[in-house]
Every structure is written in structure tokens, then in C-alpha cells.
């Protein structure tokens, strides 16, 4: 006879992953741990990162890798976000207008479909916005085309968030 574990829940999740050291998503029935990226991954995460400080204005903000968004039965830790609320500065949750995801061959299928159906279950969350590492390449899924996948490319594209009042070139991402 098997034991068979019990899937945690959110909140026992959350309460278990403030007290280790790395992070970790939850899948809805168990931590993932969140592994190191590649040196690809994490050029176009600082350059998107950059971009967005450059460009996102107030009353929205442009905030990093570090903070859970809760999603229905999960947590995900987005790449990058935007929030155009007042965040409750004490939390570690955040309540995103946008989410980006930079993609890589390990991650995509997941961002492309789990992801993608978790975010737009998100109220708040009205773009979702997915990276190519490999060339210049977005995939963005807007709340309000119902969710249709616009693709924009080339280094002379831009990528048009009114959403959050904010135009970033590929150009800034892609190019070294």
C-alpha cells in the first residue's frame, strides 16, 4: 500500500515558501523549485527590466522577478510586471495590470498554455506578455481581444501597452 501526499493548499504553500531560502512557484498541488536561467534568459529579463523602468510612468510601476502573483489554486513569480494600483507595501503578492514572461525551450510550453489560462482567471492582469530569447519576438495576450494571441516582431516593432500608458521598441530589449 502507496501513502499517497496530501496537495498543500495555497496558504500552507505561501506559509512554507516564506521560510526557505530559494523560491519556489506552487503548481497547485506542490512546490517547483525556481531553477537559474540562462545567460540569454537573463539578458533579455535585464534589458525588459531596464525597458520598462525607462519607459512605464505613473501612476504605474515596473517591478522584477521578485513578487508572487496569486493566480486561481497557484503562485507564479512573473519575470517582470507593471502594476497601476497601490500595492500594499508590506506584502510579497502583487496585484499586476501587466505580466511578462521571458520564455526558454524548458519553460515555454508551460507559459505558452498553463500559464497563459492562469493569468487571464487574474482580474486585474489585462496583458500578458511573452518573450522570445532567440530573436526579436512578442507574443501578447490582451483581456480585451479575449485573450488572441498578437505576435510582434523585428527590431523595428514596438510593443504597444496602453493598458499602462507605455510604448517600449523591441529595439531596447533585443539589441546589444
Avoid at 34 to 56: E, F, K, Y
Avoid at 58 to 80: F, H, I, M, N, Q
Avoid at 147 to 172: Q, R, S, Y
Wanted: glycine residues 4%; negative net charge; aromatic residues 6%.
Amino acid at each position: 500500500m502507496s501513502a499517497s501526499l496530501k496537495p498543500l493548499t495555497v496558504d500552507e504553500f505561501l506559509a512554507w515558501e516564506r521560510a526557505q531560502e530559494l523560491r519556489f512557484e506552487f503548481d497547485g498541488i506542490q512546490p517547483v523549485a525556481m531553477t537559474g536561467g540562462s545567460l540569454a534568459h537573463n539578458r533579455i529579463t535585464t534589458r525588459l527590466t531596464v525597458a520598462l523602468v525607462q519607459h512605464v510612468k505613473s501612476p504605474c510601476e515596473p517591478l522584477g522577478p521578485e513578487l508572487k502573483v496569486l493566480t486561481p489554486g497557484r503562485v507564479r513569480y512573473p519575470d517582470a510586471s507593471i502594476i497601476c494600483s497601490e500595492p500594499d507595501e508590506d506584502s510579497d503578492i502583487v496585484s499586476p495590470t501587466v505580466v511578462f514572461e521571458v520564455m526558454s525551450p524548458s519553460t515555454a510550453l508551460t507559459d505558452r498554455r498553463v500559464k497563459a489560462m492562469e493569468y487571464a482567471a487574474v482580474a486585474t492582469i489585462q496583458s500578458y506578455v511573452m518573450l522570445e530569447t532567440d530573436r526579436p519576438e512578442i507574443t501578447v495576450r490582451r483581456r480585451s481581444s479575449g485573450w488572441e494571441a498578437e505576435t510582434i516582431a523585428g527590431i523595428d516593432a514596438n510593443l504597444d501597452l496602453p493598458e499602462a500608458g507605455v510604448t517600449i521598441p523591441l529595439a531596447a530589449i533585443y539589441l546589444r
